[in-house]
Nanobody
Framework: QVQLVESGGGLVQPGGSLRLSCAAS????????MGWYRQAPGKQREFVAS???????NYADSVKGRFTISRDNAKNTVFLQMNSLKPEDTAVYYC??????????????WGQGTQVTVSS
């Protein structure tokens, strides 16, 4: 059974930094795209950043220049370094992975979410 487990959320002051991690575990053959989404109270879930296995990245305009996504293919782990955080970055951040696993083929998975709160 495939699981995505996130860590690294918390409370930070405006202008501060946080680093999120998400590890995929289970009988995984290949991890294709990995990414981060977020959902603020009363809003729909929105795309934040993504990275393919070859390393190419994509970012939402709202986080370009402040957030950096990276991955460790050997550990099936994706990271999100968040700098210059703003109150509007407050949300539950979800990890997402498109992967091929034993018994289930290629599917899309979500983590349980980690809370990021930016407040003074």
């Amino acid at each position: 059974q495939v699981q995505l487990v996130e860590s690294g959320g918390g409370l930070v002051q405006p202008g501060g930094s946080l680093r999120l991690s998400c590890a995929a575990s289970g009988s995984i053959f290949i991890v294709y795209n990995m990414g981060w989404y977020r959902q603020a109270p009363g809003k729909q879930r929105e795309f934040v950043a993504s990275i393919i296995s070859g390393g190419s990245t994509n970012y939402a305009d709202s986080v370009k220049g402040r957030f950096t996504i990276s991955r460790d293919n050997a550990k099936n782990t994706v990271f999100l370094q968040m700098n210059s955080l703003k109150p509007e970055d407050t949300a539950v951040y979800y990890c997402n992975a498109d992967l091929l696993s034993a018994g289930r083929g290629r599917q899309n998975y979500w983590g349980q979410g980690t809370q990021v709160t930016v407040s003074s």
